[in-house]
Nanobody, 128 residues
């Protein structure tokens, strides 16, 4: 049974950076892609970044403008999302999700329909 747990959110000030983590269990192969999504209040869920656990290939939403960095540590079964220069409009619940095969996930990075497993989300609030 594949499970994902996102954590690391909290209240941060504008301009700060934050590292989110997604701990994954139950995968029997590395042929998965993992993506980070976010849903702001009153808005639809949007994808921000994804990574292939197989070869480390990454892709980002065009709207991220270099603000996000996704990485993985397969030995720790964890995928990270670093968010720099946080703004109030980055306030959202951040979710991680996994799907297979990895090549399909990276090809369709921000399409949530491609992902099979979702974590519970972690809330990031950006406010002074």
């Amino acid at each position: 049974d594949v499970q994902l747990q996102a954590f690391g959110g909290g209240l941060v000030q504008p301009g700060a950076s934050l590292n989110l983590s997604c701990r994954i269990s139950g995968l029997t192969t590395d042929d998965y892609g993992v993506g980070w999504f976010r849903q702001a209040p009153g808005r639809e869920r949007e994808g921000v970044a994804c990574i292939s656990l197989k070869d480390g290939f990454t892709d980002y939403s065009d709207s991220t403008e270099g603000q996000f960095t996704i990485s993985s540590d397969n030995a720790k079964n964890t995928v990270y999302l670093r968010i720099d220069n946080l703004k109030p409009e980055d306030t959202a619940v951040y979710y991680c999700a996994a799907g297979a095969p990895a090549i399909a996930i990276v090809a369709g990075c921000t399409y949530d329909q491609l992902y099979d497993y979702w974590g519970q989300g972690t809330l990031v609030t950006v406010s002074s």
